[in-house]
């Protein structure tokens, strides 16, 4: 007995290191990013930063904050989230609640016609041209209107629609319920997680949007926060953190510091709100999975 | 004559559920041009890869190409860069799918036995966070953290090796883009083999209880087998989408002192597409990506379907 308790608690402590293992992997590294960001750029340099900030300062935080950039592109990548989100819903959730009837006319044919999209599609230049020719370059909705729908998204909301007892629907039509008000008035209240899921995929897909304002956008006023990001991360653009440029001879060591801050501001939101939200994006993986 | 009233039988079936659905059908027109415009006509426009497109003549007052409409596709396949890019694509895909598939599997069966709610769920909560975590941010800190003065670089120093500019040498870059896949994804992959676990019959760990069994013994003989049908499938699904890899990552990360192992077919599409205007050249590139990935999708799906009746039609 005594031997299997103590084999009983080696392999528990051998499952938690692993797990600490886990948490620290993933941790550390936004912990470093906000360490090096309220740090002394000479201690950064020195490579005396690694778990906590030495020499605590916010100065980096104030040129990143200072540059009007960040607040443009911020402000533009809400809007776009907010409006994309909107388009999204309206769109899939239409779309998805006539699929789910049974009855529907057609029906077969729509589905294969929604779902053929998965697997096969025109690809990046067929879509550019598309775009130029509806006259959607440096538009914002050449960001939001080729993904007015996420095909994964619409099945995980049809699945969820065509799970909701009929019987609900039928007495609210035969109390005379027209089929809008059917909709608006049962089946939507009844969906409240489904719908919270999807609007937040929507968000987030939205938020980390990259690829098609790279190509749709030319105009630095209309970038999203992710442009920004890139070249102030990645190209060490100076055009856009002119604040930094401006400090000439200590410009390398401030514009590290700053590189975290910039980070640091751009992840927050999302690291803040994602604690009270993350159950509704499990739901939605489980949803999607039953049918997938 | 029975044929006649078969159909006429069949016909005002149609109608009758053409009517019954008026309502489904008008909340779907906008769904339905959304596809027709973003989904179908660029596969329309895909017939440019077989044209000599230029953007005043447009898609259909283009001339066909040379070598009955193949040019573009002859000129790819004499390319010796061609057969970087493929041999590029489907490596990094492989290297992808064989190293990011245990870690989920381990992990969610490390959570598994996790015994104290509080610690098991921060564990869950904080692995999934990184997935939620946009593309350009991840890039921004692995090329901050390879960089000289670097995380990476000082933690290499420490053990007395010399500092390495790693995103400077092609042999890295697969391994960086793999590393940080599986510290991306591997919580929020984990999230369907939880659920499978949380399925296993309760009554099949009593059993193995009774026969003696450890919990290794029980992870072994009851909680891998409880999740092999999941990872099947999720492999199979895995390879199928091999050649539809985004490729965003690789846009970030990459540079042209690496594009012998980090250059895919999706940046050479856009390099020469977008950047270069090469419209109808790159088009048939993309055209070959995607017909190859149609074809290996379907074989998924019916292997699939075959080893475990799911499948996604």
């Known amino acids: ?292 | 004559m029975r044929a006649m009233s078969n159909l006429k039988l069949y016909l005002s079936e149609q109608y009758r559920s053409f009517k019954r659905s008026r309502f489904l059908l008008l909340i779907m027109v906008p769904g339905i041009i959304y596809y027709v415009v973003f989904h179908y006509l660029p596969m329309y426009g895909l017939i440019i890869a077989f044209k000599d497109f230029n953007v005043f003549d447009g898609i259909i007052k283009s001339p066909w190409a040379a070598n009955y409409g193949f040019k573009h596709f002859l000129e790819l396949f004499n390319l010796p860069v061609f057969y970087r890019i493929l041999k590029n694509t489907v490596l990094l895909s492989l290297n992808t799918i064989v190293f990011t598939f245990p870690a989920p599997i381990i992990l969610a069966l490390c959570l598994n036995e996790a015994k104290a709610d509080v610690w098991k769920k921060t564990v869950q909560t904080v692995s999934y966070l990184p997935h939620f975590i946009s593309t350009v941010v991840i890039c921004g800190m692995v090329t901050n953290f390879l960089s000289l003065s670097g995380l990476v670089n000082d933690i290499i120093s420490l053990f007395g090796l010399k500092r390495i500019q790693f995103l400077l040498y092609p042999q890295y870059f697969r391994t960086i883009f793999v590393a940080t896949e599986i510290w991306q994804q591997t919580g929020w992959n984990s999230i369907l083999y939880m659920a499978a676990l949380s399925q296993i019959n309760p009554e099949l760990y009593e059993a193995c209880k009774i026969d003696g069994a450890n919990r290794l013994q029980q992870i072994l003989y009851i909680n891998i087998p409880g999740i092999i049908p999941t990872a099947m499938i999720l492999l199979i699904f895995k390879i199928g989408g091999i050649m539809n890899m985004g490729f965003e990552k690789v846009l970030l990360l990459y540079n042209p002192n690496i594009y012998e192992t980090a250059d895919v077919i999706g940046t050479f599409v856009y390099r020469r597409g977008i950047v270069g205007a090469e419209f109808s050249f790159s088009t048939a590139v993309g055209f070959f990506q995607s017909v190859i990935g149609f074809v290996l999708v379907v074989i998924a799906n019916r292997i699939a379907r075959k080893v475990n009746e799911v499948s996604l039609w």
């Open chain 1, 1 to 292: 007995m005594k031997k299997a308790n103590l084999s009983s608690v080696l392999f528990d402590s051998f499952i938690n290191l692993i797990l600490a293992l886990v948490l620290l992997v993933t941790l550390y590294p936004f912990l470093h990013v906000a360490s090096v960001s309220l740090s002394d750029p000479y201690a950064v340099m020195q490579n005396r930063v690694s778990f906590y900030p030495v020499g605590f300062n916010l100065n980096s935080y104030k040129s990143v904050l200072s540059n009007p950039y960040i607040w443009i592109s911020y402000k533009n990548t809400i809007v776009y989230t907010v409006v994309g989100t909107c388009v999204n819903m309206v769109m899939t959730t239409t779309m998805a609640y006539s699929l789910s009837k049974k009855y529907l006319f057609g029906r077969k044919f729509f589905s294969v016609f929604t779902i053929f999209t998965l697997f096969f599609n025109g690809g990046i230049i067929p879509n550019y041209i598309l775009i130029n020719k509806l006259g959607l370059i440096d538009s914002m909705w050449a960001l939001i209107l080729p993904i007015a729908i996420g095909t994964w998204n619409l099945m995980v909301m049809r699945t969820y629609f065509e799970g909701l007892p009929s019987e609900i629907e039928e007495s609210a039509a035969i109390d005379g319920c027209n089929p809008l008000q059917v909709l608006v008035k049962i089946v939507l209240p009844v969906s409240k997680p489904i719908l919270a899921t999807i609007t937040l995929f929507y968000a987030v897909w939205h938020w980390n949007m990259y690829f098609s304002p790279l190509i749709y956008l030319n105009d630095k006023e209309k970038y999203p926060i992710q442009i920004f990001l890139q070249q102030i991360l990645i190209t060490g653009e100076t055009s856009f953190a002119n604040t930094v440029v401006s400090i000439e001879d200590t410009h390398l060591l401030i514009s590290d510091t700053v590189k975290y801050a910039t980070i640091i501001v751009a992840i927050l939101p999302i690291i803040i709100v994602y604690p009270f939200l993350q159950k509704y994006f499990i739901k939605g993986v489980l949803i999607g999975s039953v049918k997938g």
